[in-house]
């Protein structure tokens, strides 16, 4: 059999499971291959990171974030050279947030920042470029571009963002649970586990604030967030909100 043949003859068994997935998922670490970090101790408790009301407790860029009728508006008219964020004023390592989520404007991704740092440093312009509230630090990311990214660090984490798009909405309410525990993170997207994955370098984890993210876009853009609530310290090893 020549060597065309025996890669036809590869390819028809492979069939729909497609070369390159397999490949990818070949080359991509595993949680089992990652190193185990146990979630820290600390003390459990629940607080609701938005009133429902005002963003007390937030910082971030005024004419960007906003309250209408109960939900967090973030809006952008004129094009944003630099992700930026609205942020807790607490900073939190382990812990579980349940929030819903909802693309109104543009097909540009949105997502929750954790596990890093407040960087206005990452533009030689901080003042220009409005980057005082820029996130370096792990993104979950919603919808359109569903996965994990590691900002001004690692870029994509090699989380597979189809699981997360089979159930997630374009536009529309999306709830959502991110679990970050130890160097593990995990997700659910609408009632139904879409990730689990161990950070292969537990060193990039910190202790930081959590980010809401307005993404760099060159067209006028809305998101929107509600609920909000987050456990400190989880009691419970594992996602509530999965069905």
């Given amino acids: ?6 890669w036809l003859a590869v390819f028809s068994i492979v069939g729909l499971a497609g070369v390159l997935p397999a490949q990818a998922k070949k080359d991509a670490p595993t949680i ?7 979630p820290l101790k600390g003390e459990s408790k629940t607080i609701d990171l938005f009133d429902g009301k005002t963003l007390t407790g937030w910082e971030g860029f005024e004419d960007q974030w906003s309250v209408k009728d109960g939900v967090i508006v973030a809006r952008s008219t004129s094009p944003i050279k630099f992700s930026t964020y609205l942020l807790t004023k607490q900073k939190f390592t382990d ?12 097909e540009m991704h949105s997502g929750v920042a954790f596990w890093g740092a407040v960087k206005p440093e990452v533009s030689k312009s901080p003042e220009a470029d ?3 509230y820029t996130y370096a630090g792990h993104l979950v990311m919603f919808p359109s571009g569903w996965g994990m990214y590691d900002l001004f660090g690692r870029n994509g984490l090699k989380v597979e963002g189809a699981p997360a798009k089979k ?5 529309d309410w ?5 679990l970050a525990q130890g160097n593990r993170v995990r997700v659910a997207v609408n ?5 689990d994955w161990r950070d292969p370098e537990p060193d990039r984890i910190k202790e930081g604030p959590i980010g809401l993210q307005l993404h760099s ?7 929107q967030f509600k609920g909000l609530k987050l456990e400190t310290f989880p009691k419970e090893d594992k996602l509530i909100t999965v069905k």
């Avoid at 159930?167 to 536009?171: E, L, P, S, T, Y």
């Avoid at 999306?174 to 991110?178: A, D, L, P, S, T």
Wanted: hydrophobic share 40%; net charge positive; charged share 25%.
């Fill in 1 to 6: 059999m020549n060597s065309l043949s025996r």
């Fill in 32 to 38: 089992k291959e990652a190193p185990l970090v146990n």
């Fill in 95 to 106: 812990f579980r947030l349940v929030f819903e989520a909802k693309l109104v404007e543009s």
């Fill in 130 to 132: 409005r980057t005082k």
């Fill in 167 to 171: 159930v997630g909405k374009q536009h």
């Fill in 174 to 178: 999306n709830q959502i649970e991110v």
């Fill in 191 to 195: 009632g139904v586990a879409v990730v």
């Fill in 217 to 223: 876009n060159t067209v006028p853009q809305e998101i």
